[in-house]
């Protein structure tokens, strides 16, 4: 299986900052890498497909990079809904594992 | 309004059976593959199964490999999850989502909770 691990854990930030989270995976996963945000209680919302698509409807301030094994997931000027906890997830094969995720706190 | 919604969740004891449905509406699902993914009270999400348009190619997750099994009813246009041999470590909220050719999943149902408890 592959392993995806993503960096940091948990981050603190404030409005209008700007941060990065990333995402290794074990092997090559080319760039089926997509990136989700969750807020509790709720059901998981796709941002990025296809390791840099912007979903249709996500605000431009998100952006993913990345190819291979290594993927970063950007925000451009936080906003207040933006904090939540993030997903990485790999579909290049099975079992289509997620990162442990990243809780982004004020 | 695209949407997924889940049913047939509950609390079950330990070697019960459960199945999870899950309805679409506004789409339909014979177009794309599905998905079932899970999340732990209080841990993060795991992917259990998905299933390709016909109902031919079925994947899933080691933890659940030889006691659950997908299906799809794509006149029904739904889709379910058939749990067998539940263990207290399958406690969670269960989603279903609609997966697009990256198997990227854009649309998720509510979530529906089982808890497997004696």
């Known amino acids: 299986d592959i392993q995806m691990t993503q960096a940091p854990s948990s981050l603190s930030a404030s409005v209008g900052d700007k941060i990065t989270i990333t995402c290794r995976a074990s092997?090559?996963?080319?760039?089926?890498l997509s990136w989700y945000q969750q807020k509790p209680g709720k059901a998981p919302k796709l941002l990025i497909y296809?390791?840099?698509g912007l979903q249709s409807g996500v605000p431009s301030r998100f952006s993913g990079s990345g190819s291979g094994t290594d993927f970063t997931l950007t925000i451009s000027g936080l906003q207040p809904e933006d904090f939540a906890t993030y997903y990485c997830?790999?579909?290049?094969?099975?079992?289509?594992?997620f990162g442990q995720g990243t809780k982004l706190e004020i | 309004e695209v949407q997924l919604v889940e049913s047939g969740g509950g609390l079950v004891q330990p070697g019960e059976s459960l199945r999870l449905s899950c309805a679409a509406s506004?789409?339909?699902?014979?177009?794309?593959?599905m998905s079932w993914v899970r999340q732990a009270p209080g841990k993060g999400l795991e992917w259990v199964a998905n299933?390709?348009?016909?109902?031919?190619?079925?994947y899933y997750g080691d933890s659940v490999k030889g006691r659950f099994t997908i299906s799809r009813d794509n006149a029904k246009n739904s889709f379910y999850l058939q749990m067998n041999s539940l263990r207290a470590e399958d406690t969670a909220v269960y989603y279903c989502?609609?997966?697009?050719?990256?198997?990227?999943?854009?649309?998720w149902g509510q979530g529906t909770l089982v808890t497997v408890s004696s």
């Open positions: 296809a390791a840099s």
């Open positions: 299933i390709n348009q016909d109902g031919g190619g079925k």
């Open positions: 997830q790999q579909s290049y094969s099975v079992p289509n594992t």
């Open positions: 092997q090559s996963v080319r760039n089926y």
């Open positions: 989502a609609r997966d697009l050719p990256h198997r990227s999943s854009d649309c």
């Open positions: 506004e789409f339909t699902i014979s177009s794309y593959w």
